[in-house]
């Protein structure tokens, strides 16, 4: 990695495709990194270039590495009308719910991502899409908590459509990892992905 790298131009893009497939905004990126929103802003943009420090804070913080974010960047380069990544593409980002891949490169008219979930607990949030999702499980079992629609378990080849501004969560029902391909339109702007904690659905009025 050379700090030529660092200032690839589809850097920001791989940044922001994988904070949105982690369902992260700006802000909640930014506080994980230790950088500010503005900052951040910029990078995903292309207007500012960070350092080697701050790209590896970011790398970090999306529970990747800058080998794969640049990875990812250069994969984006191409001009093809079609995608393919392949089955041993090492392009995945982690989080406290097991790991997520992209199953296309680049900015898309269609967003497909495999979830392998891990963790048989709820996260402390809903998600909120402003696009519709669909979710078909390819292995294991889920527990899809819908918030006021409901709570519905999927087993291996269910599938499940979720409205947009839904909010949702999932966890697996035991020990046993669960793999579901979930599809969203896409690209998103920010304002596509929003995640409302617990206690802001407690708090507000009814």
Not at 48 to 77: D, E, F, V
Not at 157 to 170: F, M, N
Request: aromatic share 4%.
């Amino acid at each position: 990695m050379t700090v030529e790298d660092a200032n690839d131009p589809e850097l920001g893009q791989a940044i922001r495709t994988m904070r949105q497939v982690q369902g992260l905004t700006l802000v909640q990126l930014a506080e994980r990194a230790g950088l500010s929103n503005p900052f951040l802003s910029q990078v995903e943009r292309s207007k500012a270039q960070p350092s080697m420090q701050s790209l590896q804070r970011i790398a970090t913080a999306l529970g990747t590495t800058i080998a794969l974010l640049t990875a990812s960047a250069q994969s984006s380069r191409s001009d093809s009308l079609v995608s393919i990544v392949r089955a041993d593409d090492p392009l995945v980002s982690t989080h406290e719910m097991g790991y997520t891949r992209p199953l296309v490169r680049g900015a898309r008219s269609l967003n497909p991502l495999e979830f392998h979930v891990t963790s048989d607990r709820y996260e402390d949030r809903y998600w909120r899409h402003a696009v519709a999702e669909f979710i078909h499980i390819l292995s294991g079992s889920l527990v899809v908590d819908l918030a006021d629609e409901g709570t519905h378990v999927l087993k291996t080849g269910d599938s499940l459509y979720v409205p947009e501004q839904l909010d949702h969560r999932w966890r697996i029902p035991g020990r046993w990892p669960a793999r579901a391909l979930v599809v969203q339109a896409g690209p998103h702007d920010d304002a596509d992905l929003e995640a409302r904690a617990d206690h802001d659905r407690e708090d507000a009025p009814r």
